[in-house]
């Protein structure tokens, strides 16, 4: 077999969609509303959901329901 190890034993990651990822930061900002994006990050990293930092921001940024008041 031609393929490395590592690659071979690599689980390949699941990719959230947009929505998935607003409906679960909408129900984190319910639960503790004075979380901002980056404690919003790690309880999605948390529940198994692997988001980049800058997209948390501008889901926060685009949609005023998924962040603190």
């Given at each position: 077999m031609s393929l490395p190890r590592s690659t071979f034993y690599d689980a390949p990651s699941l990719k959230a969609d947009d929505a998935e990822i607003i409906a679960n930061m909408i129900t984190i900002c319910d639960e503790f509303e004075t979380y901002g994006y980056r404690?919003?990050?790690?309880?999605?990293?948390?529940?198994?959901?692997?988001?980049?930092?800058?997209?948390?921001?501008?889901?926060?940024?685009?949609?005023?329901?998924?962040?603190?008041?």
């Open positions: 404690r919003v990050g790690a309880e999605l990293r948390h529940r198994g959901i692997l988001v980049n930092s800058k997209k948390i921001r501008r889901l926060m940024r685009e949609r005023p329901a998924a962040q603190a008041p």
